[in-house]
Every structure is written in C-alpha cells, then in structure tokens.
C-alpha cells in the first residue's frame, strides 16, 4: 500500500516569494490534514480537510496561506509572500476517518532567506 | 483546550538499557493515544496506536500504556539500541466540533550510545 506522497521534499525561497506544496493522501483516507512543524516544536494543525470540505482552519495565516483540496483526494498549500518565520517541515498527513490512526508523509522543508 | 506535555524533553542513555518515555494531557475526553518516532529530517513514522477503552499496545520492543483518568501514557522501551535514537512524541485526538482535533507534544530526543 502507499503512504503518504509529498513534494517537493526541499524547497529555498526569498522572502516574499511563494511557494507551493503538494500532498497525495493514503488511498480511501477521508480525512487530509497540514501541519507546520518548526525546528525543535511539535507539529501544529494548519488545516484539516474532510472530504473536500474545511473542517479546521483556525490555525492558517490566511492572509499568506491557502489551501484545497479538489475531489477530495489531493491537496495544495500555497505561502504567498512568504516570511523569515515560515521556515518550517510542513507535513500531510491523512487518515481513514476521524478517530483514526494518522500517517505521515516525508514532509517538505521550507527555508525561507 | 487540549495541553500534551512530554517529559523528559532529551534523554541519552547507554545502548541495552530499558526506558520510559512520558506522556501527559489534560483533557481526558480522547479518541486515542498515538506515539510516533520522527528522524532528523524525516516525517513521522506511527509506532503505537492505543484506542481510548484499551490500557495497552505492544509492539516488538515497545510497549505503550494509557491511563486515562490521570491523563497519562507512558512508552517503554526495552534494551535500547542505537537505531532508537529518534524523537518521540505522543498525539493525543479528542472530539472538537465532531471531529477529531489532534495535538502533539514537543516530543522527547532519544540519544542510544553504543
């Protein structure tokens, strides 16, 4: 079975640039989740989809991030202007519904210059 | 609000030593209780999965305990190896709204030395 797909796995940018990150979750997961993980902190929810529906975002910088999911399978994140302080791993992860186990993809490290 | 505190923050012990890991949460209305291990650069890898009605989960080496009345769970590691090394950290998912919200603690940096 495949896990988790991310892309790109590295990626240095300019502040103000942006920057775009994809995910393709577990086959069959309905549940699609974001997180941004900063050098030495756990991982904190960005966005967390159901299906192609929103369910938490109350955590997203929505003034530079976005993100979809189109036909509930893969997912984008988008930073547009990206600052210092979104250097981070920003991890997918996804799960067969709520309540179950989570899987991880290999994350994709942002630096941001 | 769901607060998951891991103690100790760093641990460097000698290879083949036994260890606990440590656990904490202050609302006990979970799902589950997840404990995963995340390499230098690396996403993380799922190790146990501990369901809210269970108080146990063993895999190979390792051995999770949930207590959920004094919110706690508790990872054993029995005779560490070097490929241990590893953060650790727990997930802990409560019920937010109808679904599942989950909050991670900082983790524990495990040093094994051969």
């Known amino acids: 079975e495949a896990g988790v797909a991310q892309s790109p796995r590295y990626k240095i940018i300019e502040k103000r640039q942006s920057v775009a990150f994809w995910c393709n979750p577990i086959s069959g997961h309905a549940t699609l989740y974001w997180y941004q993980q900063i050098l030495g902190q756990g991982p904190k929810l960005l966005i967390q989809f159901q299906n192609n529906g929103v369910v938490d975002d109350s955590q997203l910088p929505k003034d530079r991030f976005s993100a979809e999911r189109l036909k509930g399978v893969d997912s984008t994140l988008k930073i547009q202007p990206a600052k210092l302080e979104d250097s981070a791993v920003y991890l997918c992860a996804s799960s067969f519904l709520g309540a179950q186990e989570l899987f991880f993809g290999e994350g994709s490290r942002l630096t941001v210059l | ?114």
């Open chain 2, 1 to 114: 609000k769901q607060e998951v505190t891991q103690i100790p923050a760093a641990l460097s012990v000698p290879e083949g030593e036994n260890l606990v890991l440590n656990c904490s949460f202050t609302d006990s209305a979970i799902y589950n209780l997840q404990w995963f291990r995340q390499d230098p650069g690396k996403g993380l890898t799922s190790l146990l999965l501990i369901q809210s009605s269970q108080r146990e989960q063993t895999s190979g080496r390792l051995n999770a305990s949930l207590d959920k009345s004094s919110g706690r769970s508790t990872l054993y590691i029995a005779a560490s190896q070097p490929g241990d090394s590893a953060t650790y950290l727990c997930a802990v998912p409560r019920n937010s709204g109808g679904y599942q919200k989950v909050t991670f603690g900082i983790g524990t940096k495990l040093q094994v030395i051969p």
